[in-house]
Nanobody
Framework: QVQLVESGGGSVQAGGSLRLSCAAS????????MGWFRQAPGKEREGVAA???????RYADSVKGRFTISKDNTKNTLYLQMNILKPEDTAMYYC?????????????????????????WGQGTQVTVSS
């Protein structure tokens, strides 16, 4: 079965950086679409970044220019490099992988990351950014 295990979360001061990792098993990162989501208290879960099979990427407006999603096919691992972190970035971050054959449903007509396209989820890693 598919397993996604996140790591790299922690506490950092505003302006700092963190790199999240998502180690996948039972699922080939190179041939599938994956993404990162986050959820802060009192807010809905938000699609932060996604990466397609061809390496193309999409980002939420709130993180564009600061976050970078990437993957290492050799290690079968997904990454999220987070720079210039802000207190509003504080949230639980989740690694997710699309359902088999669902890459075409990754984005909505407005270009937003579609949560329902993702069928596999990690347990999450907490990111806390202090002022």
């Amino acid at each position: 079965q598919v397993q996604l295990v996140e790591s790299g979360g922690g506490s950092v001061q505003a302006g700092g950086s963190l790199r999240l990792s998502c180690a996948a098993s039972g699922y080939t990162v190179s041939s599938n679409c994956m993404g990162w989501f986050r959820q802060a208290p009192g807010k809905e879960r938000e699609g932060v970044a996604a990466i397609g099979r061809d390496g193309s990427t999409r980002y939420a407006d709130s993180v564009k220019g600061r976050f970078t999603i990437s993957k290492d096919n050799t290690k079968n691992t997904l990454y999220l490099q987070m720079n210039i972190l802000k207190p509003e970035d504080t949230a639980m971050y989740y690694c997710a992988a699309v359902r088999d054959g669902w890459c075409s449903w990754l984005l909505s007509s407005k270009g937003r990351i579609v949560e329902s396209a993702f069928g596999y989820w990690g347990q999450g890693t907490q990111v806390t950014v202090s002022s």
